[in-house]
């Protein structure tokens, strides 16, 4: 069992940075794809950046690029996801996920979330 721990989440105002982290436990970080996806109140969980498991290859949804930067330290077995010139609509609730197959396969591990709150 992978366990995912978010943490970094909180109240900023519009045009701000938040820096959040995601730990995993175990020793088989490395092994992994990692994501962070986001779900707004009434809104479907919506995928927001990926990483290769050598950190190599990255993937952004279109409304984030430019603004977040996806990053990975293996020996910390901590992903990030650093949000910078934050808008009202990036507000939700941030999670981290793992995929031991990697594209093409589901997540198959979920961290439990960090609120991300943006003001304006």
């Known amino acids: 069992q992978v366990q995912l721990v978010e943490s970094g989440g909180g109240l900023v105002q519009a045009g701000g940075s938040l820096r959040l982290s995601c730990v995993a436990s175990?020793?088989?970080?490395?092994?992994?794809?990692m994501g962070w996806f986001r779900q707004a109140p009434g809104k479907e969980r919506e995928f927001v950046a990926s990483i290769s498991r050598s950190g190599g290859r990255v993937y952004y949804t279109d409304s984030v690029k430019g603004r977040f930067t996806i990053s990975r330290v293996n020996i910390k077995n901590t992903v990030y996801l650093q949000m910078n010139s934050l808008k009202p609509e990036d507000t939700a609730v941030y999670y981290c996920a793992a995929d031991e197959e990697g594209p093409g396969s589901d997540y198959d591990y979920w961290g439990q979330g960090t609120q991300v709150t943006v003001s304006s």
């Open positions: 175990g020793h088989t970080f490395s092994n992994y794809y």
